[in-house]
């Protein structure tokens, strides 16, 4: 591959790594709601965040990979996973390097969900909610394409979409549907 193809290809993988990791969030807060979707039962809501995590997670690899192989910047290994070490944007490449080593946690916390126990995995997967944001303004930070419109508006819709979600599942959290009273019935 040449480096421009590398180029291309870290950062076609980073953007999809962005919309899948905002679908991720996005069904982690609906399904953590407790509230049905309609048309989707819980099991599929569930079965789709941990499916599309998986793909988020392949995308990711490949722009990790595809970044250090590059030549035209110098990213290593070391940069990708020790954060605010690298030559190169040494800010936005940590902050990027802070969002793997979470995804990393979670995902080893995830596998060993069964000996953690649920409250304990439960509490250790709320790291999932700093992950996205960190990840965002990496993107927005060392992202070459946010100087044009196209990106800048993905990147303000999935945000858009996050932060209606947040809001929802905050708004329902504080007030909960109002309770059902039996009415007898008429003799």
């Known amino acids: 591959m040449t ?14 790594s962005l919309v899948l990791l905002s679908g991720v969030v996005l069904l982690g807060i609906l399904h953590r709601s407790g509230r049905p979707l309609p048309g989707l039962p819980r099991f599929v809501v569930a079965g789709l965040h941990r499916n599309i995590s998986l793909l988020a997670l392949a995308f990711l690899t490949l722009h ?8 035209y910047v110098a990213i290593s290994l070391i940069d990708v996973i020790v954060p605010f070490g690298s030559a190169y944007r040494p800010f936005w490449l940590g902050l990027g390097a802070v969002a793997l080593d979470l995804i990393v946690a979670l995902i080893i916390t995830s596998l060993l969900r069964a000996r953690l126990g649920h409250r304990t995995w439960r509490a250790l997967h709320w790291a999932g909610y700093a992950v996205w944001p960190i990840a965002l303004t990496h993107g927005l930070g060392v992202g070459t394409d946010v100087q044009q419109g196209w990106l800048l508006a993905l990147t303000v819709f999935c945000a858009s979409l996050v932060a209606t979600a947040m809001g929802w599942r905050w708004w329902t959290v504080r007030s909960p549907e109002p309770l059902r009273v039996e009415q007898p019935a008429a003799r």
């Open 3 to 16: 480096g421009s193809a590398l180029w291309y290809a870290s950062r076609g993988a980073g953007v999809v």
């Open 64 to 71: 990790i990979l595809t970044a250090v192989a590059d030549s």
